[in-house]
């Protein structure tokens, strides 16, 4: 049973009902196990496994209690995008630390019940509540009224996401608002602050792993508390229409101090309808056709490369393969880091 449904085709496309198969052959390989070896002192070994699976599951549950419940519980607007895409904006019950590159884990109950899915984390920020009619009267006061918002950008597949882009596009004005409960963030977070350049490569929905290193960076070099001089983000998308699922965070980037002195943005539109959609808004925001040649991007940037250069890329097993191989090409002539994220199990 596990060689049939465990292969990476199959937990792909059929990810809710891998998942609960999973569970339930784990169970009944535990419940034989235990029967087999009864009266045997091994048992004591089944025993423990289960104490620790009870114990993992119990704190999860806690976790998702502390985090989720109280001050109006946790909500998410879920929005329809452009090309099968969904935005995911969460306000959390309680503050949030979120470093670049780190996931979460979301429920949905209203969608899909009781399971849960991981998403790269793609923005985040703090707002004010304005749920409550009292005025803050001291500073402890403001910070407890704050909220995180956070962010995903999640592309309709199958299942769960799929379910889920078509509330969306069905609901009034493509959009609608449930209660959600999101665990974590997960993953220890990638940091390219030591890194004199550093390029970040994105296909697709990958750019949610981009977007929050660009601004951690921007940000950084404007006050002085990063050793990045140069970052290049480099994106590939189907559509010009792909680019409304950052747009308002991209804006907030753009319009960042001294963005322009450290940040360039190059656009790899693969499937234009015209050459009337690609047009550069600015030298340092350039869009173009067709897919880029990997390694003249990284060959132009190692020619004037500052510092110890780090290239990360998220995106197509495709685009992770390229990128690698033209890494290891050039690794010898500087400094060349290679960071890879994947979207997969």
Not at 56 to 70: D, F, P, Q, S
Not at 225 to 252: D, F, Y
């Amino acid at each position: 049973m596990l060689l049939l449904h465990s292969p990476s085709v199959v937990r792909h496309a059929f990810y809710e009902t891998f998942l609960h198969v999973h569970i339930v052959l784990a169970i009944i390989a535990i419940v034989t196990v235990w029967i087999h070896l009864k009266t045997l002192p091994q048992q004591v070994l089944i025993l423990g496994v289960i104490v620790i699976w009870v114990f993992e599951r119990t704190a999860r549950v806690a976790i998702l209690i502390r985090h989720n419940v109280g001050r109006g519980g946790t909500k998410a607007e879920v929005e329809a995008l452009a090309g099968e895409a969904i935005r995911v904006t969460l306000r959390m019950a309680r503050p949030w630390k979120f470093r670049a590159g780190q996931h979460l884990y979301l429920y949905l109950p209203s969608v899909g019940m009781w399971t849960s899915h991981p998403f790269t984390i793609a923005w985040s920020q703090e707002e004010q509540d304005l749920t409550s009619e009292k005025l803050p009267t001291d500073t402890l006061d403001v910070l407890a009224r704050r909220k995180t918002t956070m962010s995903l950008i999640i592309r309709r597949r199958t299942g769960f996401t799929d379910s889920l882009w078509k509330k969306a596009e069905n609901a009034p004005d493509g959009r609608f608002f449930t209660n959600a409960l999101v665990e974590g963030p997960y993953g220890a977070a990638d940091s390219y602050e030591s890194y004199g350049h550093v390029m970040l490569f994105a296909a697709g929905v990958g750019i949610t792993h981009a977007v929050p290193h660009a601004r951690q960076l921007v940000g950084g070099y404007a006050n002085n508390t990063c050793a990045t001089r140069k970052v290049v983000l480099v994106w590939i998308l189907q559509s010009p229409e792909h680019l409304e699922w950052i747009r308002p965070w991209m804006t907030e980037i753009l319009a960042m101090e001294k963005r322009r002195d450290c940040l360039r943005i190059l656009l790899f539109v693969t499937r234009p309808k015209s050459t009337k959609e690609i047009h550069s808004p600015s030298a340092s925001v350039q869009m173009f056709p067709g897919k880029p040649d990997v390694g003249a991007l990284i060959s132009a940037e190692q020619a004037k490369q500052v510092g110890a250069m780090a290239v990360s890329v998220c995106g197509t097993g495709g685009l992770g393969d390229d990128v690698r191989r033209a890494v290891r090409e050039r690794c010898e002539k500087t400094t060349i880091d290679f960071y890879e994220e994947s979207f997969t199990w």
